[in-house]
């Protein structure tokens, strides 16, 4: 594959493709977005303040861009650069983990808290408590309504449904610590930091773990593919690892030593999108 960087400045995190073709990344340290146009054109748009500490992006059900601030609120960000924000229920909470879900609504995560919460687009909030130390950190809306969550440090992938019930299922591999998690057609892709293993579970609960060939290289953030397999940035590795339908190891690229891959997102043409937080937005084609 080509690999093409954009530089957007260092600390670039999360990631996510607009409606309109354009790539947004978090600065998570500056306080500040990033955007890659369809043309290839960069810009930058300041949050106001550093402490804003944007991370988790993702596309929202009315077309902006929405993200995760470790201030205590979830912004959002149209396609003319408008910004706005709302804070989540819990005092002092720093959301993480952010996606869209049935209803027009955005679930999110508050991991210090252990609590999952939703906010509507007319900004209704409200937060369901998980078993404390939980450690709640990405999450993904699955087909059937409901939504995914992995739970870090009960080492398990909790499911809730829209009415708020939670169901937890354990990892077969102890201290496994699943950070990402990504939702196809038929199952749930989530990452093993600790284990150095992609898993998936389906709506059963069954769970399936393939470890990587290096143990060691703490597996981040994942995405679905198109083929039901999957792609996951290798922290420690410097890389971005490819699995198909059946979990088979197909190929990883690799970037400069050091990189720090972090967020991922396929845009609609089927390349893939990979923040690097030494500063750059890996673009990979065929």
Not at 46 to 64: C, H, I, K, T
Not at 187 to 211: C, H, N, S
Not at 246 to 272: K, V, W, Y
Request: aromatic residues 6%.
């Amino acid at each position: 594959m080509v690999v093409t960087e954009h530089q957007v400045g260092s600390g670039a995190y999360g990631v996510a493709v607009s409606a309109d073709g354009a790539v947004w990344t978090s600065l998570a340290e500056s306080g500040e977005l990033a955007c890659v146009s369809p043309a290839g054109q960069v810009s930058r748009v300041s949050l106001g303040s550093a402490r804003s500490r944007p991370m988790v992006l993702a596309p929202g059900p009315d077309a902006a861009v929405w993200f995760s601030r470790g201030d205590g609120r979830i912004g959002r960000i149209e396609a003319s650069g408008a910004l706005s924000s709302v804070p989540v229920l819990t005092p002092d909470g720093s959301p993480y983990g952010l996606c869209a879900g049935p209803g027009q609504t955005l679930w999110y995560t508050v991991p210090a808290a252990d609590r999952i919460g939703r906010i509507t687009l007319g900004d209704h909030a409200e937060e369901f408590p998980l078993p404390a130390g939980s450690m709640p950190s990405l999450i993904t809306a699955g087909a059937d309504g409901t939504v995914w969550v992995t739970l870090n440090q009960a080492n398990a992938i909790g499911k809730i449904t829209p009415a708020g019930e939670v169901t937890s299922y354990p990892l077969p591999t102890a201290d496994a610590a699943p950070v990402g998690i990504h939702a196809g057609r038929e199952a749930v892709w989530f990452t093993e930091i600790g284990a150095g293993q992609i898993g998936r579970v389906f709506p059963d609960g069954r769970i399936e773990e393939f470890p990587l060939p290096d143990p060691s290289s703490r597996p981040h953030a994942i995405v679905t593919a198109d083929d039901d397999g999957c792609w996951a940035t290798l922290w420690a590795a410097s890389s971005v690892a490819r699995l198909d339908a059946d979990g088979n190891f197909t190929g990883e690229i690799r970037f400069q030593p050091g990189a720090e891959p972090h967020g991922l997102a396929l845009a609609d043409d089927g390349t893939l999108w990979v923040a690097l937080e030494t500063g750059s937005l890996a673009h990979l084609t065929s």
